[in-house]
């Protein structure tokens, strides 16, 4: 079936180590996305990509960083985790991005991070 | 800006029973999409259903369906028959990229 793989599940890494979630999809959608989800709280959009056009919220941290080195494929960087960093990560994909069309998100089972 | 708010922190409804969970948002655009997704305990957001603004008629799946009321900015989620496996937390999204705080549905059998 196609769909959205995050790995790993669960994640933990120390205040101020840099670690690298991973997001990769089987749907070939042009948009793919990374919410930050703290716990009873909304997910938190922090940036997407079109294609190879990167979308950063404006209120996104430095800390986090983002690559897609191609269609299949979308990480997530955070260069010092803090200990405000410690939440669930979701990637999602859809085929066109927002306001475009009804195409509606897939997203992922996401990766949950603890930091030490 | 474009904002999503759900009063409703937590909502209860006995099993075969309907319950309504509610949003309303803001946008200064006139063509938007709006949609609620569910996301059982420990696992992945799934869509429910979707709405277009441009549509009058409400959309409905099965024993979903919204009330959507363009003028009101409010988009509510109806669900018929409540089963077990409803219980999740629902969120309420505009253009699928600004998500409201959600709302708990617990299903008493």
């Known amino acids: 079936d196609a769909m959205v793989i995050q790995n790993p599940r669960y994640q933990v890494t120390q205040f101020g180590k840099p670690v690298t979630l991973s997001c990769s999809q089987t749907l070939n959608h042009n948009v793919m996305y990374w919410y930050q989800q703290k716990s009873s709280q909304a997910p938190k959009l922090l940036f997407h990509?079109?294609?190879?056009?990167?979308?950063n919220e404006a209120d996104t941290p430095d800390n986090f960083q983002s690559r897609r080195p191609n269609t299949s494929f979308c990480f997530l960087d955070i260069r010092s985790p803090g200990l405000g960093d410690a939440a669930m990560y979701l990637c999602?994909?859809?085929?066109?991005?927002?306001?475009?069309?009804?195409?509606?998100?897939?997203f992922g089972d996401g990766t949950r991070l603890s930091i030490l | 800006a474009q904002t999503v708010t759900q009063s409703q922190p937590e909502m209860s409804v006995q099993e075969a029973e309907t319950v309504t969970l509610s949003c309303t948002y803001d946008t200064s655009e006139s063509d938007y999409y709006l949609f609620w997704y569910k996301q059982p305990p420990s696992r992945q957001m799934i869509l429910v259903i979707r709405q277009e603004a441009y549509k009058q008629q409400n959309a409905t799946e099965n024993r979903f369906s919204v009330n959507f009321q363009k003028a009101a900015k409010s988009f509510s989620l109806k669900i018929s028959d409540s089963q077990l496996g409803d219980a999740a937390m629902y969120f309420c999204?505009?253009?699928?990229?600004?998500f409201g705080a959600g709302t708990r549905l617990t299903v008493k059998p």
């Open positions: 999204a505009l253009n699928d990229m600004r």
């Open positions: 990509y079109y294609d190879k056009d990167f979308n």
């Open positions: 999602a994909t859809s085929r066109e991005p927002q306001g475009i069309s009804n195409q509606p998100q897939h």
